[in-house]
């Protein structure tokens, strides 16, 4: 029986703020971000038994945490705090101790649009054979570079002053995405680190063959059922975009209006959320693909009616999954609770590299879930934690 962390009834491992014990586990650790700080849950090498380790950063947002694959021992976190505001905090001793980037990322001084980012909200590792850079995106829509490790950030010129941002982008958004408009997904082509792919919420999805000195709209065949022209090249609202490592041509997107597949050099997405069951509908936010297997992805479907109310349909929470690129979609929900009235959010949903492979997400009221079989049967592993805003695998081991 996997251990449940956060109830009374069962055994709890905490450390002090600032401090991590993670690398003396020897299996696979998920880095959690939440509203109210940044927690790690350690398991054993059979995934049965998790700690729980921290808090860290109590009472800030801990928007995004992620480790760097390349030497597995640097995490950068995403910040928003009470009193540096947006920044990025760098750890390389797997969270022992931090330090805040001595330029965190900003928009050019005297900015000509009067930008100001407002939030730090999605890390990106740079190529493998580029050590030490990572690309960030923020509120409003900016996208930022680190040459060394996250100690410092410059703007990426080519998207943050494009000539087409004021078109492209939802900004200033009063009354537009609810968290602030946002660049996510931040994708770089395995194949080729000048490949790269950003999401806009709201404005769509965009790809640079280039490092970012030039973009182009990649959203034909998303439907925009919310905007005065549908048919509008730009003012999408991907959710989530996700590359498949093991066919980098293969794309796959959660969008404000469906799910979606795209396989370049094709650049028109195919609605694959249509084969959903049309009682659950394709409205979300998280999608993750399988490491290996190219056909199979999952997702955690929301009401999608016309309140929005963020929940899952009818109240019954349920992951989704397929194994033919979205042909088809499965059910997956044992162990799940019957009725719960939470979602998911778009960078709060990973898989390990594990065979069978093991799949996570978090929900809005705190609590993890993790499965060993793949989707087909669901453990609490963690509960009572602040509203979750990410989860990311980090194995600080050479599994290889």
């Known amino acids: 029986m996997t ?18 014990d993670a690398a003396d586990r020897d299996g696979p650790m998920l880095l959690v971000g939440t509203r ?43 910040a928003k705090t009470g009193h540096l505001g947006p920044t990025v905090f760098r750890s390389d001793d797997l969270g022992r101790t931090w330090s805040e980037a001595h330029r965190p990322p900003a928009y050019t001084p005297g900015d000509a ?19 030490g850079v990572w690309y960030a995106g923020t509120s409003p ?23 087409s941002w004021s078109l492209w982008a939802e900004w200033p958004d009063e009354e537009g995405t609810p968290d602030g408009s946002i660049v996510h997904s931040i994708i770089v082509d395995p194949r080729d680190a000048a490949h790269l792919y950003i999401g806009l919420s709201g404005g769509g999805v965009f790809e640079s063959v280039d490092r970012g000195d030039s973009w182009t709209p990649l959203n034909r065949g998303c439907v925009m059922n919310f905007a005065p022209d549908p048919d ?32 370049r050099p094709d650049t028109t997405w195919t609605r694959i959320g249509d084969n959903m069951p049309a009682a659950v509908g394709d409205i979300g936010f998280p999608i993750e693909v399988h490491p290996r297997d190219p056909d199979t992805a999952w997702v955690f ?29 499965r059910r997956q929900d044992t162990g799940l609770p019957e009725w719960g ?59 290889s």
């Open 232 to 263: 509008a090249e730009t003012g999408h609202d991907p959710h989530c975009v996700r590359l498949h490592p093991a066919r980098p041509d293969r794309l796959y997107q959660q969008n404000h209006c469906g799910i979606y597949r795209l396989d």
């Open 341 to 399: 009235w939470l979602t998911v959010k778009r960078q709060a949903m990973t898989t390990d590299q594990s065979d069978p492979l093991g799949v996570y997400f978090g929900t809005t009221g705190g609590e993890v879930w993790a499965s060993n079989d793949e989707g087909d049967s669901w453990n609490r592993i963690a509960a009572h934690l602040p509203e979750i805003y990410s989860i990311e695998l980090a194995d600080p081991t050479d599994r």
């Open 113 to 131: 649009l009067g930008r100001a980012v407002q939030t730090v909200f999605w890390l990106t590792p740079g190529h493998r054979i580029e050590p």
């Open 301 to 329: 479907p929301m009401d999608g009616t016309d309140v929005w109310p963020r929940t899952s349909p009818d109240g019954r929470p349920a992951v989704y999954v397929t194994h033919d690129a979205g042909d088809s979609w």
């Open 141 to 163: 829509q900016g996208l930022f570079r680190s040459d060394d490790e996250g100690r410092s950030w410059a703007p990426v010129s080519g998207w943050n002053d494009h000539p």
């Open 3 to 20: 251990d449940v962390i956060g109830d009374r009834s069962e055994p709890r491992e905490w450390i002090p703020t600032g401090r991590s």
């Open 36 to 78: 109210k700080g940044a927690w790690i849950l350690a398991a054993d090498h059979r995934r049965q038994r998790w700690s729980m380790l921290g808090p860290q950063f109590l009472g800030h947002i801990a928007q995004h945490l992620v480790l760097d694959p390349r030497d597995r021992s640097t995490l950068l976190l995403a």
